[in-house]
């Protein structure tokens, strides 16, 4: 079912977000200072084109610098990122089959405009997080 969903996501909303974190992350990346959320734009990016079966969790490790970072992201990109987020989702819930898509849509917002701090880990079967309950059990 994951990969039905993704494939289904990838045609009608995950291909056109990626390439807008894709471009947000060469811009930051060609401005040098802003390297971090580059890097960090193209990995939501790569979330954002195949989203089912991983899931978002709080680093444990982040800190004031994260949230400082996180500030500098919605001034330069995770404003206009939610945006694409929100408007795909409503596109989306328009029909009975994209409304589990535009609830997703609407689950990547926070990630959008706050991504540092943030890790994307793999779904087990049961539920658990893979890394999230390795790092638990150190």
């Known amino acids: 079912m994951r990969t039905l969903l ?40 790569i979330y954002t084109l195949w989203p089912f079966g991983r899931e978002v969790v709080d680093h444990p490790r982040s800190g004031v610098f994260s949230f400082l970072g996180n500030v500098v992201w919605v001034i330069l990109a995770g404003w206009w990122l939610a945006i694409g987020h929100i408007l795909s989702g409503l596109a989306l819930c328009l029909t009975i089959i994209g409304i589990p898509l535009g609830i997703a849509n609407f689950k990547l917002v926070p990630v959008s405009l706050m991504p540092l701090g943030k890790e994307i880990v793999e779904k087990r079967r049961g539920g658990q997080f893979d890394r999230a309950a390795d790092s638990v059990a150190r």
Do not use: D, K
């Not at 993704?6 to 045609?11: A, F, G, T």
């Not at 056109?16 to 193209?42: Q, R």
């Open 6 to 45: 993704n494939i289904i996501w990838l045609v009608l909303s995950g291909f056109w977000l990626f390439l807008g974190y894709m471009f947000a992350g060469v811009i930051l990346c060609v401005l040098i200072v802003t390297i971090p959320w580059g890097i960090a734009s193209f990995r939501i990016g």
